[in-house]
């Protein structure tokens, strides 16, 4: 064992004194390479070549091998440091170079050239101290030919980009869909052969990218998402100020065609769509005026005469359909109001609900611009009820129903008596019924504001109002007596007209007042208006003259015929001029004035 110790100790102090030798030597070396380095960088310093002189002074600086001439070294290498800063940033930019093109970090390889650019404008100044030593080392360290064959090979990339871009059909254009556009962009003109060949290139590459992109939108009928996509692209242009003006002319081009489509397919709500789409496109574009804008403006006027001849033409509901289409375009709803109007003068069973249904109203009867409305019109609906509607002229419509009309299935007509509508001083509509008989049924309806009301209903070959005192002339009227040929008068009570009493030719001669005392005893009629004085006797003023009556007076006032006879009596009763003594008529009926033969 002890044999053993002392030989692996005798190795270990062998390969220990090798080791040694070994790092003497190197040190010995290292000596002499600094001594020499020293010594070449003086001459190279004395003979001018300072890049060479400032490599062996870097060398020797870096070799610790001893210390000698320290200072010397320093001096020089503080001396020569533009031309170390400059050799340390090109050698560190090749360096960055070769890593950002590796990743194909062109952002980082946009900054490494703007540092280069500074490199340069710092030390390759015209006739500046380091033009020449820059010169150099820049050749020495091929950064110009790795920065173009960088920029070759970015560029190349996002031409291959923007060609493969052309085939996306949903891209707006904007923000990073088209990055590639504006790194094409920031290669500086030079890397495409000038500024002239750059602006050539990019423009031919940029329009067909885009108007490739635009008319597949206009293609697949995308007409909003077209103008968005091309108001996207104009800004992103601007911001990075350049100019694309085929954005705006592929733009007209599309929207011409698209509109010109929309107006000859006869689709004016789609035209109005698309030209409202145009109009904000072209606000937010800051277009005043436009081949596109300019065609809305005419086709929107063409259109809306179109309507208006439609409304002349009785066409009143394309009419309103197609100001209704144009209302996005041009405010048209006192257009449609006008038209509305004018179709329900047209057409007033329109104003009845559901009138515009056809079938919905067995019979109608309308009159304009009277009972104080612009159209009135009345109707029975398949129930048999009476409905009436009436619109102002504001366009407001009012509509009233009644009850059903008794026998409607028998009705033959219905009309507005004019007549008895001035009379009763609101509408009458008057239903006509037939019957076996020959006869006709006639069912006579106030229409209040509150609602309806019957005024009449009976038999006969026909009516007429009597003026003069409101009664109603019956002929032929059937009085359920089996009786034929006869005339009834009927006269209002309490709102209803009933049979009053059978009309007669009268006998009596027609005189004048102041003749009466030349017919004694003779039968005799007067017009007059009958009142009763303060002391309850009735008289009666005639052609200027007063009579007292007595006889069948019964209640009767006003205006009215008094038949009867003079027999020489007279009596006091007062007049407007006070008590009078007067002539006394003995009456033997009353009547209305228009009995009067």
């Not at 960088?150 to 190349?156: L, S, Y």
């Not at 923000?175 to 962009?185: R, V």
């Not at 436009?290 to 009143?316: E, H």
């Not at 006269?491 to 030349?518: K, P």
Request: net charge negative.
């Amino acid at each position: 064992m002890t044999i053993k110790r002392a030989l692996t100790l005798r190795n270990f102090m062998i390969i220990l004194c090798i080791f040694m030798l070994f790092l003497l030597g190197q040190k010995v070396l290292g000596i002499e390479d600094k001594i020499q380095a020293v010594r070449e960088a003086g001459r190279l310093y004395a003979a001018g070549e300072l890049i060479a002189a400032e490599n062996q002074y870097r060398l020797a600086a870096a070799n610790t091998a001893i210390l000698y001439k320290e200072d010397l070294i320093a001096a020089r290498l503080q001396e020569l440091a533009p031309i170390t800063a400059i050799r340390s940033s090109l050698s560190g930019l090749v360096l960055t170079l070769e890593d950002q093109l590796t990743v194909k970090d062109f952002a980082g390889y946009m900054e490494s050239y703007a540092s280069l650019l500074s490199l340069k404008s710092k030390y390759m100044n015209q006739g500046g101290p380091y033009e020449v030593y820059y010169r150099q080392l820049s050749a020495d360290s091929g950064i110009s030919e790795k920065m173009t064959a960088g920029f070759r090979q970015f560029k190349e990339q996002f031409l291959a980009e923007l060609a493969e871009s052309q085939k996306g059909r949903g891209s707006t254009g904007s923000g990073d869909a088209d990055s590639f556009k504006w790194s094409l962009l920031q290669i500086p003109d030079a890397y495409y052969g000038g500024t002239a060949a750059k602006e050539e290139l990019l423009a031919a590459k940029f329009q067909t990218h885009d108007t490739a992109r635009l008319k597949a939108l206009a293609a697949a009928g995308s007409f909003q998402a077209m103008l968005d996509s091309a108001l996207s692209m104009e800004e992103a242009y601007k911001g990075h100020s350049y100019t694309a003006a085929w954005v705006e002319k592929q733009i007209q081009e599309s929207a011409t065609v698209i509109l010109n489509k929309d107006l000859d397919g006869d689709r004016t709500a789609a035209f109005a769509g698309h030209a409202v789409a145009y109009r904000s496109y072209a606000a937010s574009a800051g277009l005043q005026s436009s081949k596109v804008l300019k065609l809305i403006d005419s086709s929107t006027t063409r259109q809306l005469r179109a309507a208006a001849r439609l409304v002349r033409g009785g066409q009143y509901a394309e009419a309103i359909q197609l100001y209704r289409d144009l209302n996005p375009l041009q405010d048209t709803s006192d257009a449609v109001a006008s038209a509305t109007l004018a179709w329900n003068t047209a057409e007033p069973v329109r104003l009845l609900p559901g009138g515009d249904v056809q079938g919905s109203y067995s019979l109608t009867a309308s009159v304009t611009g009277r009972y104080g409305a612009k159209v009135a019109v009345a109707g029975i609906d398949s129930t048999g009820r009476l409905v009436y509607a009436d619109m102002s002229d504001d366009g407001t419509v009012a509509t009233r129903t009644g009850d059903t009309v008794p026998d409607a299935a028998a009705l033959t007509g219905l009309s507005f008596d004019d007549a008895l509508s001035a009379y009763s001083e609101v509408p009458v509509v008057v239903a006509t019924g037939s019957r076996e008989d020959g006869r006709s049924t006639f069912t006579g309806y106030m229409i209040r504001p509150e609602g309806f009301a019957r005024l009449f209903s009976f038999a006969g070959s026909g009516y007429e109002l009597m003026a003069e005192d409101g009664s109603i002339r019956v002929t032929n009227t059937d009085l359920a007596d089996g009786a034929a040929e006869q005339t009834a008068i009927f006269r209002q009570v309490n709102g209803m007209y009933e049979f009053s009493e059978i009309y007669r030719e009268s006998t009596y001669t027609l005189i004048d007042a102041s003749q009466l005392e030349l017919h004694p005893y003779e039968k005799v009629m007067l017009s007059s208006n009958i009142y009763i004085d303060s002391a309850g006797r009735t008289v009666a003023s005639s052609d200027g003259r007063y009579l007292v009556l007595q006889g069948e007076v019964g209640a009767v006032t006003g205006p009215a015929y008094i038949s009867g006879q003079f027999e020489n009596g007279y009596d006091y009763a007062e007049t407007d001029t006070g008590e009078q003594y007067l002539p006394v008529f003995i009456v033997d009926t009353v009547g209305s004035l228009s009995l009067m033969p």
